[in-house]
């Protein structure tokens, strides 16, 4: 899976650089299952995608839903076992570990880019 960059750039700061990036069914579906547990720096942005869920999902996560010009219209924190909101604007979601929605200062309407 091709892993890239996620900065946001309303902050100038960097959110990951190890992040997966899931833009197919299968990579979609198969999401961050089996995983222990996400390094700061680590992450996946599923492309398209308006809702997530967390279930057998072993660790709580930070999600931030992108519209398709890339700003951040919708954040939350998902424990495991749960079921994200369905957001009608959304057009990628990115899921990181905890912390890092607060040390980037990610807020609502900032804007993203990717980089590999």
């Known amino acids: 899976m091709l892993k890239i960059s996620v900065y946001n750039l309303s902050k100038n700061s960097l ?3 190890e992040i997966m990036h899931a833009d197919s069914y299968w990579r979609r579906f198969r999401g961050l ?8 720096g680590e992450g996946l942005l599923l492309t398209p995608c308006k809702a997530v869920h967390s279930i057998g999902m072993r660790f709580s996560l930070e999600i931030i839903y992108l519209d398709r010009s890339n700003r951040a219209v919708h954040i939350m924190t998902l424990k495991p076992n749960r ?3 369905f957001i009608s604007n959304a057009y990628q979601v990115l899921e ?5 929605v607060s040390y980037s200062k990610t807020a609502l309407g900032d804007l993203f880019s990717t980089r590999t």
Request: a positive charge; zero cysteines; hydrophobic letters at 35%.
């Open 15 to 17: 959110l990951g650089q």
């Open 33 to 40: 299952l089996g995983k222990k547990e996400l390094q700061f």
């Open 83 to 85: 079921l994200g909101p």
């Open 96 to 100: 990181l570990p905890l912390g890092t």
